[in-house]
């Protein structure tokens, strides 16, 4: 579930991330995202090629429900990068724009995700610490399906300095 104390606590999407907030991160501390649908028209959107193209969709494992079930799927498979989406929507939202000038993330596709999952992404906040130099922050993140499944896992690491 969404903490409605998570939007109090940390900056809007683009905001500067301060040495204050980051001290508000503190290990141990959870953030979830509320789940989101992996729909047909977001797979035929992501992986069926060029809108504009005269044999859209392009037939794969992304897009045919005949394809993914000769694959031994029961409906069309997300690609790994659309999993990893919704998980950089979430690092955004806690993290703002340091996330792009600061953050790495590592991840690992640990199985499928198909057409109907809902997928909620989550952070864990594993070590803060203050240098000399600055700050860093490491995170456990994944992704976890309507099952319990998590189909992509990994971690982040976060850092400033303040020279």
């Given at each position: ?44 959107a ?5 809108l504009?193209?005269?044999s ?8 045919d ?6 694959a ?12 990893e989406?919704?998980l950089l929507?979430?690092?955004v939202e ?11 993330l590592?991840v690992?596709?640990?199985g ?8 909620t ?5 594993t070590?803060v610490r203050?240098t ?7 995170m456990d ?12 896992a990994?971690s982040?690491?976060?850092s400033d300095?303040?020279?």
């Amino acid at each position: 579930m969404h903490d409605p104390a998570y939007a109090r606590s940390f900056p809007k999407p683009g905001a500067e991330l301060s040495s204050s907030v980051i001290r508000t991160l503190s290990t141990g501390a959870g953030f979830v995202s509320l789940p989101r649908r992996v729909t047909l028209a977001r797979l035929l959107a992501f992986s069926g090629g060029p809108l504009d193209s005269p044999s859209f969709p392009d037939r794969n494992l992304h897009t045919d429900i005949e394809l993914a079930a000769a694959a031994g799927h029961a409906a069309p498979i997300s690609s790994g990068s659309h999993a990893e989406g919704f998980l950089l929507q979430l690092l955004v939202e806690i993290l703002g724009h340091k996330w792009f000038t600061s953050g790495s993330l590592s991840v690992s596709f640990r199985g499928p995700v198909v057409e109907g999952d809902e997928l909620t992404s989550h952070a864990l906040v594993t070590d803060v610490r203050t240098t000399p130099d600055g700050w860093s922050c490491k995170m456990d993140v994944w992704c976890e399906n309507q099952r319990g499944d998590r189909p992509l896992a990994g971690s982040v690491l976060i850092s400033d300095s303040n020279q």
